[in-house]
């Protein structure tokens, strides 16, 4: 199967390569509905994904995977970390890999000069992705590593190798990863790669340890999405001082988010201010933190729009992974200098917040693509849906089909089409988009502006911040593959093409 390649320098250009219509002998027509379009015969069109190579550039994980993935040993003889690589087959979900390279590390090196760092009875609890973070559950025993930094330091990178993430967050038995065992010890926040020197890596970690008085990590701080339902971490660098990593969070929160137009927005009552913090002894050995804020806390954020529980959930989540919070308290100046528990925008405050009480919020930012009203381009929308959709890539779809935030752009799937009327079955990596016949006939009769629009579903559905797994797009008409629309040929599946989406 050829497939249309996506790197192309102008928009003018594509619609050249696109305008050809596919050869091949018209059969006959199932409906009055269909006639305009050329049907293929169905037994020479089987739904599979094409072995044939995609452009590398595309995505970086896929050109990795098809050399291998690179672990991390132990060079005592030069005093560092030595990568060797093993082969893979290439087609292994994420999932698939970290469990891979999690074994491999634990079963030990195939070169004889280096030795292993991670201990061979270390098991994975859990793997999640969220944007670009992988976070790994590891067992009790990665703690009985006969060096914690130098078994840290190869696992992150091992994993950051694949391609696909930019952070490791790291768990031990369900709690946050600290600088020891000991879990009165410093957070360890998002790992980033480490050097391969093992000076270096002692010398970073004691850098960030416990006992230094100022400590640079990286963090999850919680923000809400556009619509206000969701909360979506973004990564900040944050700076903590004398050991009070909660209140250099909150402080960061306030700052509102770094890049609004990525899909982040403020969730904090603007001019609000955090007075101090208390830590809080809880029955069952459970700790919290107190948190006493000005008299803003209680005032309408900039839109008008407090949102009590995006507020409260935010501070929770932002706060609860350190090793020694898991409740939190909030009250605020009631403007005679007396701190006050009383509901903020109808939410109840008088009570200690976990996680439990949000399990709902935590959402999962994707990004869609619309058209440009002025232009041929795609313009990029940040959405968030729900954390544990099942159904991802229907979803996806579900939330390109409604109306776009920016005006300036304009819909690529006619409002005349319900989504219900799109069926999507994902084979492998080939999406099959089946849509109606209406779905053509209500588009723009501008070859231009349709290629535009096929390829805002193409982009979207493959776009690797949305996880997916979907590298093709094959465009089906009421069940059948069709072989061209207004010299638009729709017989082979499209590739994801970043040459078409405008540049933030």
């Known amino acids: 199967m050829q497939r249309k390649r996506g790197l192309l320098t102008t928009i003018i250009l594509l619609a050249a390569l696109l305008a050809a219509c596919a050869s091949g002998p018209p059969i006959e027509q199932d409906s009055e509905k269909i006639d305009q379009f050329n049907r293929l015969d169905d037994e020479s069109n089987e739904l599979e994904p094409s072995d044939e190579g995609s452009d590398p550039s595309i995505l970086g994980l896929q050109a990795a995977r098809q050399t291998g993935v690179t672990l991390y040993f132990l060079d005592e003889a030069t005093g560092q970390l030595s990568p060797e690589v093993r082969r893979i087959s290439g087609r292994e979900s994420n999932e698939e890999l970290v469990s891979y390279i999690l074994k491999e590390l634990t079963a030990g090196p195939e070169t004889s000069n280096l030795s292993p760092v991670v201990p061979e009875n270390v098991t994975i609890h859990r793997i999640d992705f969220n944007d670009n973070i992988l976070t790994v559950d590891l067992s009790a025993e990665f703690n ?115 890049a609004e137009s990525e899909g982040y927005y403020p969730v904090l009552p603007q001019g609000a201010i955090l007075h101090s913090s208390e830590m809080m002894e809880g029955q069952n050995e459970a700790n919290g933190i107190a948190l006493f804020f000005s008299k803003e806390f209680n005032t309408q954020l900039s839109d ?4 009590g529980r995006a507020v409260v959930a935010s501070l929770v989540y932002s706060l609860t992974s350190l090793p020694d919070i898991q409740y939190v308290k909030i009250f605020y100046d009631n403007g005679k200098g007396h701190y006050i528990d009383d509901p903020i925008d109808g939410m109840v405050l008088n009570q200690n917040f976990t996680i439990e009480h949000f399990s709902d919020m935590v959402g999962k930012r994707i990004r869609v693509y619309y058209g440009n009203d002025q232009s041929m381009l795609l313009v990029p929308e940040y959405r968030a849906i729900g954390g544990k959709e099942e159904n991802l890539a229907s979803r996806i779809l579900a939330e390109l089909a409604t109306d776009p935030v920016n005006p300036d752009s304009v819909r690529v799937i006619p409002s005349g089409v319900s989504v219900e009327d799109i ?57 059948k593959i069709i072989d061209s629309y207004m010299d638009i040929s729709l017989k082979e599946s499209f590739v994801l093409n970043p040459a078409l989406n405008k540049q933030e």
């Open 144 to 258: 009985e590593s006969p060096d914690l930094a130098l078994a840290r330091a190869a696992l992150v990178n091992s994993l950051l190798d694949m391609g696909s993430f930019k952070y490791v967050k790291l768990y031990i038995d369900g709690n946050e990863a600290t600088t020891a065992p000991d879990d009165k010890s410093g957070s360890l926040g998002l790992l980033t790669r480490y050097p391969v020197v093992v000076a270096e890596i002692k010398a970073l970690e004691e850098q960030n340890g416990m006992d230094a008085k100022v400590r640079k990590i990286y963090r999850e701080l919680y923000f809400q999405d556009n619509s206000g339902q969701y909360l979506l971490p973004e990564v900040r660098l944050i700076t903590i001082k004398d050991g009070n990593a909660a209140e250099a969070i909150v402080n960061e929160l306030m700052k509102g988010p770094a």
């Open 304 to 307: 008008g729009a407090i949102q």
């Open 423 to 479: 069926h999507l079955d994902v084979v492998k990596e080939l999406a099959v988009v089946d849509v109606p016949a209406a779905y053509f006939d209500q588009m723009e009769l501008d070859n231009k502006k349709m290629i535009r629009d096929l390829y805002a579903v193409v982009n979207t559905l493959t776009d690797p911040i949305n996880g997916t797994g979907i590298k093709e797009v094959q465009f089906t008409v009421e069940g």
